[in-house]
């Protein structure tokens, strides 16, 4: 899970990404870079959030209308500063590139870059290969009979990127002194979103990974594309799509669980509203274990807007009981268990007048090693409730997701192999109540019928690629286990 923006024709192009980057930090807090291009890359990047990495006189240095933004939430690679995106490759032509993603045979393209001799990788992130095997498939349009940069030749080499490159990942970049370019793998599991703005030259175009981030920056966002396209928009600003593979359409679901800002549209629909239908349909669930709650109290943020419909389709009152430290980031993406369990006190602290003697029904949008909400039900007992109900806007989670989302290891859920009363019993609930699967989905879905399938694969271990094996799974395990995930 990152977040990327990518601007081209506007004059103040680091500014409207700077801002973008603002808008979308909640997608990664442990990196974030911007390249601009005016003749020659100008490159800012660091460890950190976006509003401590960069200063006036970097603004004043990174010129261009054409740039690229991102702020990252690691995955593949080490988490430093040299797995910062966006990348670049100076052959051919000069290529910049961000991702949001994760490419699953990353080891395998790794290691037949090295053999080919053709490509050197300077760090761990995964974007880094995607470059170089789009760069690779772009380079003969480079030589003598090339005839130099077309859109034939960036169509061609988006279609190789698709026949080599294996996972989920949507994609933007520039190639110097042509233009923006963008495109997502088949299966569109990863949002992207464009926009456009007029202009005293003309049209600004901007793409990014969420509608949010153009919203911020006063772009006026265009209906979805739909997976397997390449589009590029040249420095005239016309807008040039073709579709080289064919759609195979399952959008994440948890984005609109958690990741994703209530205030934005991905594929068309508002995750506000998903969210108010996911709350609406757990109080029907929550109905049906016949349990008896005084007041209902969410975990900011992801799960306000759910835990509020929830409430009112109950008849019970609505309490922001838990206060949150707005300075303390995400601990869902903090990178180790010993982090996430430090950060939760630090975070959260309890309104004790609205826990004291009651029963008390906690909403959050999911529980995964059950870390977080031990310690949540600790701070509602310390506080003086009767009884905790813990409830989740998601299923239980008990596969990792190998599309970008550094969940856990399977050893690590505390649903797998374990009763609904046993996970109350271990984070010290009275009773636990989760969203059913289908309710999720249609939660989403009935906004647009047309949607299809999407991927639920860490509830249902039902990868949409079909290419996900034992081996592989064991081997992401391992990996993270190596880096204290």
Same mark, same amino acid.
């Given at each position: ?237 016309? &807008? ?6 064919? $759609?195979?359409? %399952? =959008? !994440? +679901? ?6 994703? @800002? ?125 009884? &905790? ?6 299923? $239980?989670?008990? %596969? =990792? !997701? +190998? ?6 290891? @399977? ?75």
């Amino acid at each position: 899970m990152c977040g990327f923006i990518g601007v081209t024709g506007s004059q103040s192009a680091v500014s409207e990404i700077y801002d973008g980057l603002i808008a979308v930090q909640h997608r990664g807090q442990d990196a974030a870079g911007i390249i601009t291009y005016d003749g020659r890359f100008h490159i800012k990047k660091g460890e950190g959030l976006v509003r401590d990495i960069f200063s006036a006189a970097n603004f004043r240095r990174l010129n261009g209308s054409l740039g690229v933004g991102h702020v990252r939430y690691p995955t593949v690679g080490s988490g430093g500063g040299e797995d910062a995106q966006p990348f670049t490759v100076n052959y051919p032509f000069g290529i910049v590139m961000a991702h949001n993603g994760n490419v699953v045979n990353y080891d395998e393209l790794r290691g037949e870059l090295a053999q080919q001799g053709l490509r050197h990788l300077y760090s761990g992130c995964d974007v880094e290969v995607l470059l170089n095997v789009f760069a690779t498939a772009l380079a003969p349009s480079a030589g003598e009979r090339g005839g130099g940069f077309g859109l034939e030749a960036y169509y061609r080499a988006v279609e190789q990127v698709y026949r080599r490159v294996r996972g989920a990942y949507s994609v933007v970049g520039f190639v110097a002194g042509h233009g923006l370019f963008a495109f997502r793998d088949p299966y569109g599991i990863k949002p992207i979103a464009m926009g456009r703005r007029r202009t005293a030259e003309g049209v600004a175009h901007a793409v990014a990974s969420e509608s949010v981030v153009l919203t911020a920056i006063d772009y006026e966002v265009l209906p979805p594309d739909p997976p397997g396209q390449a589009l590029f928009i040249d420095l005239e600003g016309r &807008v040039h799509r073709r579709q080289v593979a064919e $759609p195979k359409h %399952h =959008p !994440c +679901v948890f984005e609109y669980v958690y990741f994703a @800002r209530p205030d934005s549209y991905l594929e068309g629909i508002s995750v506000y509203q998903s969210r108010l239908r996911m709350g609406q349909r757990l109080a029907e669930t929550f109905r049906e274990r016949r349990l008896d709650a005084d007041v209902v109290i969410p975990v900011p943020d992801s799960a306000c807007t759910a835990a509020l419909a929830l409430a009112q389709q109950l008849g019970l009152p609505y309490r922001e009981g838990l206060v949150k430290n707005r300075y303390v980031g995400r601990t869902f993406i903090m990178a180790s268990d010993g982090e996430r369990k430090r950060s939760v006190r630090r975070k959260l602290n309890t309104i004790d007048e609205e826990f004291l003697g009651k029963n008390v029904l906690l909403v959050d949008d999911s529980i995964v090693r059950g870390t977080t909400s031990r310690k949540i039900v600790e701070l509602a007992r310390q506080a003086g409730a009767h009884k &905790v109900f813990f409830a989740s806007t998601s299923p $239980p989670l008990v %596969h =990792p !997701c +190998v599309y970008g989302i550094d969940m856990s290891t @399977r050893r690590e859920f505390v649903a797998r192999d374990r009763s609904h009363q046993e996970i109350a019993e271990h984070i010290g609930a009275d009773a636990v109540i989760y969203q059913e699967l289908d309710d999720l989905l249609v939660s989403v879905q009935s906004a647009r019928p047309d949607l299809g399938q999407m991927c639920a694969a860490c509830f249902s271990g039902e990868y949409p690629t079909r290419d996900i094996t034992p081996g592989m799974l064991l081997q992401i395990e391992q990996e993270r286990i190596g880096q204290g995930h």
